[in-house]
């Protein structure tokens, strides 16, 4: 069931991109063609979340009995990471059809984003035992986000360089004078040059990543445009590659009005 969910996600994707590559061979198309695939994808997406849920919960009854043996519950956590990946994938698609509208909804709280770092990064751990994520906060890191959108973002960008590396992933969030900068540097193989132009568009143009829906730096760029803020990357083969993002602190209030929020987890539907 998990691996029908999935090859639905991705069928879905490949006559999204089939759409688009006739619309643009064919210029006096007409644009609904894009506004219609949105509404499919969105209505897709909806739609298979509540049989994940069922997943979802089945594998939390499963994975509470005392009666299972190691191999089984080997079992039990492959499912898990499949479903896990199943809801990021359902949840970009989501935050796709959203932006296309031009509504992908945020709710800006005063936040520390030392707070969201942390939840983000400590489920990532989990998801990764074997990997090593520092992370360093320097000074006031207060400001007015959406805390979910940006545990979603902090998550995409830490996953991405899990994904296109063997080392040490780390994590930097320090203070401007009117901004919080926030970047997370990986060692591994540096961005092809061609790629760089496209990084941040969406269904792989530039999203290198061979699982999902290669949505996943799209999201950022959008989560971080809705912020007023920005984002730029530097790769290297000497350096590695170092994505670095602004976030305006549009007036943030005392620590203690902060939100200490109930953070959605990366890993449940949407």
């Not at 994940?52 to 509470?64: N, T, Y």
């Not at 809801?87 to 520390?112: C, E, Q």
């Not at 780390?170 to 926030?182: I, N, P, T, Y």
């Not at 083969?237 to 990366?266: C, I, M, N, Y």
Request: glycine share 8%.
């Amino acid at each position: 069931m998990a691996a029908s969910a999935s090859s639905t996600c991705q069928v879905a994707v490949s006559i999204f991109q089939e759409a688009g590559e006739t619309s643009r061979c064919h210029p006096a198309g007409p644009k609904h063609v894009f506004a219609e695939n949105d509404r499919t994808m969105g209505v897709l997406a909806h739609d298979l979340r509540n049989p994940l849920f069922a997943i979802v919960a089945g594998l939390d009854v499963l994975d509470a009995s005392k009666n299972l043996s190691e191999e089984e519950r080997g079992i039990i956590a492959r499912m898990s990471r499949s479903a896990r990946r199943m809801a990021t994938m359902i949840r970009d698609m989501l935050d796709h059809t959203r932006t296309s509208l031009g509504a992908l909804p945020h709710d800006p709280v005063p936040t520390d984003l030392r707070i969201v770092c942390q939840v983000a990064i400590d489920e990532l751990r989990s998801i990764h035992p074997g990997r090593q994520i520092t992370c360093e906060l320097a000074g006031d890191v207060e400001g007015s986000w959406d805390p979910a959108r940006l545990q979603q973002l902090v998550s995409n960008l830490v996953g991405n360089a899990l994904e296109h590396s063997e080392g040490v992933v780390s994590v930097r969030v320090e203070a401007g004078e009117d901004d919080v900068v926030l970047s997370v540097h990986n060692d591994g193989d540096p961005i092809p040059p061609h790629i760089l132009p496209v990084l941040f568009e969406p269904f792989g143009r530039g999203d290198r990543s061979p699982n999902g829906l290669r949505l996943g730096l799209y999201i950022v760029r959008e989560i971080i445009r809705r912020h007023g803020g920005t984002i730029d990357v530097r790769s290297s083969p000497d350096s590695g590659t170092t994505f670095v993002s602004r976030w305006p602190r549009h007036g943030a209030q005392t620590s203690r009005h902060l939100q200490s929020p109930e953070l959605r987890k990366t890993s449940g539907a949407a």
